[in-house]
């Protein structure tokens, strides 16, 4: 098991934070809690650390990560150029869950970009995250704290159990708070695009912006695959098949699968406890009706169903609208077949 250090995210520790600071400065990976998920962290001016990264998640090298940096200035140290639109989102959600994807300027090594003309930059909201930031006074290019293709990490156990040995120190901050991974936009070309829907939705950014954006329904045109290569169909998923019902369909599906001895996990938002059957021979995970709060227990819900060994996780499908767009998403991947 990796090294856990329990950190308190209302007054993150000095000793800590410094014993963190100095691995990434030696190359090492340090896991740290975001208010998204846990993120796997390098040196990201440092490629023999960030090849590390690449190593411990086995992440294909086309998949280019995320630098998160203390600030929209040390931010802008990275970019070619900052447009006006970067300053608008910047101004308007940093420190939060965007990625704002802009040219990159040529220090930023190629492997944390995949060679591309251009890098991912974020101001995570998390305190310990930004503690960490600024005490170390370094970007930090950090993936998601999972092995590639499993659910992302939204506490500290869910690393340990994903990468093991391979990541030097974890800061266990408890369970992270959105639950799934930050909005993604391409300002380095137009139109702008949302490559990954995430808690910031596409009519937040446009509102900012004062403009319309498109939002990359991913791998449906060829276009957005290439602008955003870790987005493949299957992502974030769990050993079990994991299949959407409406809440009409659910009770006899359930039955069903039961009945031709498949053992059954579900996931239903709490008013739509009735789908289940009354025996309760079935575990199930309640999450809150709203979409935040949906979003935040999804992954942590997922894995629990994996580890009780269920075949079959049948998630009862959340509502339309746009709030719930983040969380379609990551559903249809987890429910996508396997590449
Ligand atoms: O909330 C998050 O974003 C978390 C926390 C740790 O910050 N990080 C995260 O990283 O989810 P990761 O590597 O699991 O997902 C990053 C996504 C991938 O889909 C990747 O392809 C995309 O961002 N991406 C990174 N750099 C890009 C770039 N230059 N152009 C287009 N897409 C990029
Ligand atoms: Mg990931």
Not at 21 to 40: D, K
Not at 111 to 131: D, K
Not at 213 to 223: E, L, N, Y
Not at 252 to 274: D, K, L
């Amino acid at each position: 098991m990796p090294r856990l250090l329990q950190i308190d995210p209302a007054a993150p520790d000095e000793i800590a934070l410094g014993l963190a600071a100095a691995q990434l400065a030696a190359g090492r990976l340090v896991a740290f809690p975001t208010e998204t998920v846990y993120g796997l962290g390098a040196h990201a001016l440092d490629a023999a650390a960030v090849a590390r990264i690449f190593a411990a998640k086995s992440r294909p090298a086309t998949n280019p990560l995320i630098v998160h940096v203390a600030d929209e200035f040390a931010a802008r140290q990275l970019a070619e150029e900052w447009p006006p639109a970067a300053h608008l989102l910047a101004a308007r959600f940093w420190p939060g869950p965007l990625s704002i994807v802009v040219r990159r300027r040529a220090l930023v090594p190629d492997i944390v970009t995949a060679g591309g003309p251009t890098v991912a930059l974020r101001v995570p909201a998390h305190p310990v995250a930004l503690a960490l930031l600024r005490k170390s006074g370094l970007p930090i290019a950090a993936p998601s704290a999972n092995r590639s293709l499993e659910v992302s990490p939204t506490t500290a156990q869910h690393v340990a159990q994903s990468l093991g040995e391979a990541v030097d120190l974890v800061l266990d901050a408890g369970p992270t708070t959105a639950g799934i991974e930050s909005t993604v936009i391409d300002l380095s070309e137009r139109p702008w695009r949302v490559l990954r829907p995430g808690p910031i939705t596409p009519a937040q950014v446009a509102e900012c912006l004062g403009e319309t954006v498109v939002v990359g329904s991913i791998g449906s045109t060829q276009r957005s695959t290439a602008r955003s290569p870790g987005m493949q169909a299957r992502h974030y998923a769990p050993r079990a098949l994991v299949a959407c019902l409406s809440a009409a369909d659910a009770p006899a599906t359930i039955e069903q699968a039961h009945r031709a001895g498949r053992s059954v996990g579900v996931i239903h938002r709490r008013c739509e406890a009735m789908v289940l059957p009354a025996d309760g021979k079935f575990p199930a995970v309640s999450l809150p009706d709203d979409a935040a709060g949906f979003a935040s227990g999804l992954y942590a819900a997922l894995r629990e169903l994996d580890e009780q060994g269920v075949d079959v996780i049948f998630v009862v499908e959340p509502p339309d609208g746009e709030e719930w767009l983040a969380v379609r998403d990551r559903l249809a991947r987890a429910s996508a077949p396997p590449l």
